[in-house]
């Protein structure tokens, strides 16, 4: 079965379609070397067979990074709320493709067999986008983050990715220079993400400042003020508050009839029965920063550790917060995807 080109064209509605002629651009790139052909992206790739019928069929397909799984959350929470997530998106009549690299192939939607290979193997790197061609090259096993997953996902034409939260500029940045690399992926990356805000362990004003500097469109779903992660609000007003999901299906494409390269990231904010006080959970944060910092504990190892702890702070509160906050961006995404591919 050949594979459907993910180019531009525009239909008579105006509105941005892949194209039914050829084949993926990046499945189809060839790499040259002194006149002698080397690689094919199709040797770094494995489409399972769902996500190949829907891109070949022109049907709706959201992203998943496979980060929740290895490092966002203890087991069991891990594998069975990444499978819920999966199966809230395909009640939608929407493909889900979680993104995983094993063995050094990337994988773009997971069988159950490669779920639990995912979930009882310790040694998986924590990969973004700059990672991914060492993780290729040493056949590494490697979760992808938000930054490797959008690349991977916008190179075979998926145009939505669905997560609980962003990177962004972690506190004390002014120090350490910490900056998620999420944030320069989704300023170059055309695709939707939905998400539930920045994590709350970054400093979030910083991080709002970023998303601006970086050229991201940023879209505030039914809320004037920013989600914060585990808190349905927080103090910081958004520019650019939608409430419907047409609303946000028109702002995609017309960043695509514009060419512009940016994400459109749409927070959207906690269920209100399942989040905790922007204060109260910021007292906790910041305990778990001083501690971390205590145990010089940084870069990657940072953020699994400030959740953990975190985690037990609030007697497992955040990690119920985490559960719904995702499933609830699910669900929004699903719907965006529809009324896009309408």
């Known amino acids: 079965m050949s594979l459907v080109a993910q180019s531009v064209c525009k239909t008579d509605t105006g509105r941005i379609k892949p194209s039914e002629a050829g084949s993926i651009p990046a499945l189809s790139a060839n790499l040259i070397y002194k006149g002698f052909k080397m690689k094919n992206f199709k040797d770094l790739i494995k489409i399972n067979d769902e996500v190949l ?10 992203a998943l990074e496979s980060t929740i799984i290895t490092h966002g959350m203890p087991y069991p929470e891990n594998i069975n709320t990444a499978k819920e997530i999966e199966d809230i998106i395909r009640n939608y009549n929407v493909t889900p493709a979680t993104i995983a690299i094993i063995n050094g192939i990337i994988h773009i939607g997971l069988t159950n067999n ?3 290979f995912i979930t009882n193997n310790n040694n998986f790197f924590k990969a973004n986008s700059a990672d991914l061609p060492v993780i290729l090259s040493k056949k590494l096993n ?25 990177g962004g500029v972690h506190r004390n940045a002014h120090n350490t220079f910490d900056i998620s690399s999420d944030l320069t992926e989704l300023s170059k990356t055309p695709i939707t ?79 209100q029965e399942s989040s905790i006080d922007f204060n109260e959970i910021n007292l906790i944060i910041e305990s778990a920063i001083k501690e ?5 504990i940084k870069g990657k190892l940072l953020t699994p550790f400030l959740l953990n702890y975190i985690k037990e702070k609030t007697n497992s509160k955040s990690l ?12 929004l995404a699903a719907q965006i995807a529809l009324e896009y591919f309408k």
């Open 114 to 116: 490669e779920y639990d």
């Open 193 to 271: 993400v939905i998400c539930a805000g920045p994590k709350a362990i970054l400093d979030i004003p910083k991080t709002l400042e970023y998303i601006e500097t970086q050229n991201i469109t940023h879209l505030n779903y039914k809320s004037d003020f920013l989600p914060a992660f585990y808190s349905a609000d927080s103090p910081y007003k958004i520019n650019h508050r939608v409430d419907s999901i047409q609303e946000i299906s028109d702002i995609v494409i017309n960043r695509e009839l514009l060419r512009l390269n940016n994400s459109v990231l749409v927070t959207n904010p906690i269920p």
């Open 142 to 166: 490697a979760s992808t983050t938000v930054s490797a997953s959008i690349l991977i996902a916008n190179l075979i034409g998926i145009k939505f990715f669905v997560t609980g939260g962003i």
């Open 320 to 331: 119920i917060a985490n559960i719904a906050l995702i499933k609830n961006n699910a669900y």
């Open 53 to 62: 019928n829907a891109l070949t069929s022109n049907k709706p397909i959201i």
């Open 292 to 296: 971390a910092d205590l145990n010089n």
